[in-house]
């Protein structure tokens, strides 16, 4: 089994910055592609940044490119994702998410069906 915890969530000011964290244990780590979805109250979840097994592959949903990194450390098993200027519209639950997959297909990191562990989330609020 595998567990995904997620951490950093929090209230933040419109403009403002915070950096989720998604710790992973349990079965052995290996060739395995992350990603990071969000879910708004009343929508369906949708799809925010992926990063590859060796991290040479990043994606990012269009709403949050150029203000949001995803990152790892493989030696951590942890994925981070790194929010700057923050915006009212990126109040969600976060979740990250983990498939084993060594390969960097965009079909395949951006969609959450093919996702086969998930965390609890974490709340992110930004007030205008």
């Known amino acids: 089994q595998v567990q995904l915890v997620e951490s950093g969530g929090g209230l933040v000011q419109a403009g403002g910055s915070l950096r989720l964290s998604c710790a992973a244990s349990?079965?052995?780590?290996?060739?395995?592609?992350m990603g990071w979805f969000r879910q708004a109250p009343g929508k369906e979840r949708d799809f925010v940044a992926a990063i590859s097994w060796t991290g040479g592959t990043t994606y990012y949903a269009d709403s949050v490119k150029g203000r949001f990194t995803i990152s790892r450390d493989n030696a951590k098993n942890t994925v981070y994702l790194q929010m700057n200027s923050l915006k009212p519209e990126d109040t969600a639950v976060y979740y990250c998410?983990?498939?084993?997959?060594?390969?960097?297909?965009?079909?395949?990191?951006?969609?959450?069906?093919?996702?086969?562990?998930w965390g609890q989330g974490t709340q992110v609020t930004v007030s205008s």
């Open positions: 998410a983990v498939k084993y997959y060594s390969g960097s297909n965009r079909d395949v990191l951006l969609d959450g069906a093919r996702y086969g562990y």
């Open positions: 349990g079965r052995a780590f290996s060739n395995y592609a």
